[in-house]
Nanobody
Framework: VQLQAFGGGLVQSGGSLRLSCAAS????????MGWFRQAPGKEREFVAT????????DYADSVKGRFTITRDNAKNTVYLQMSSLKPEDTAVYYC?????????????????WGQGTQVTVSS
């Protein structure tokens, strides 16, 4: 499975971006999916997760109410809609496919990772 994340960019504080994660090589429709991010000098952290059918989602407290994770299994794609962006959201964002169908919070539960897309929020 290859994952490609795109949609990042430079945005002003308060703005919005939508990230996409497209999969090729294998269907992801049976797997939970997640988004993580890594800021310079910091560890990669959990952002959002969605179950195989989109029935369950969850978010890091820092993004709850501002970010929304969705998926389109017919397109083998997962999205992260980010609104009310803050400078502290600046990071490289990674999508990942989990080993199982449920939501997952821990990096070790994901076995496929995309290459990352840079999000920069200016103040």
């Amino acid at each position: 499975v290859q994952l490609q994340a795109f949609g990042g960019g430079l945005v002003q504080s308060g703005g919005s971006l939508r990230l996409s994660c497209a999969a090729s090589g294998r269907t992801l429709s049976t797997r939970g999916m997640g988004w993580f991010r890594q800021a310079p000098g910091k560890e990669r952290e959990f952002v959002a997760t969605i179950s195989w059918n989109g029935g369950n989602t969850d978010y890091a407290d820092s993004v709850k109410g501002r970010f929304t994770i969705t998926r389109d299994n017919a397109k083998n794609t997962v999205y992260l809609q980010m609104s009310s962006l803050k400078p502290e959201d600046t990071a490289v964002y990674y999508c990942a496919a989990a080993r199982y169908s449920r939501i997952e919070y821990i990096r070790s539960e994901y076995d496929y990772w995309g290459q990352g897309t840079q999000v920069t929020v200016s103040s």
